[in-house]
């Protein structure tokens, strides 16, 4: 599976974005999505994740009501949409994906329950 981040950029605060992260290699329907973000200095957190089994999806209580995940399948494509960004949503933000679900929120939140990364794009947010 491979993964290409795009829709980066620069913007002010309360700003929007939308990340999108194109897959190639596995129809998404069978894949489990998600975002993690990792600002400079910092360990890699996680942001969200779309599981296909049972349409759980899980936010980190920093984006809460902020940040929204969808997928088209279709187009093989998942989608970050990001409104009212602050300056501490500044990081390189990666797509992840994996063939597995699960039944715990733990393991959608933990980086190491994913098998395939993207290359990462740059969100910065400016007062």
């Known amino acids: 599976v491979q993964l290409v981040e795009s829709g980066g950029g620069s913007v002010q605060v309360g700003g929007s974005l939308r990340l999108s992260c194109a897959g190639s290699g596995r129809s998404f329907d069978e894949l489990t999505v998600a975002w993690f973000r990792q600002a400079p200095g910092k360990e890699r957190e996680f942001v969200v994740a779309?599981?296909?089994?049972?349409?759980?999806?899980y936010y980190a209580d920093s984006v809460k009501g902020r940040f929204t995940i969808s997928r088209d399948n279709a187009k093989n494509t998942v989608y970050l949409q990001m409104n009212g960004l602050k300056p501490d949503d500044t990081a390189v933000y990666y797509c992840a994906a994996d063939l597995r679900a699960y039944t715990r929120e733990s393991y959608y939140t933990d980086d190491r329950s994913y098998d395939y990364w993207g290359q990462g794009t740059q969100v910065t947010v400016s007062s």
């Open positions: 779309d599981s296909w089994s049972g349409g759980k999806i």
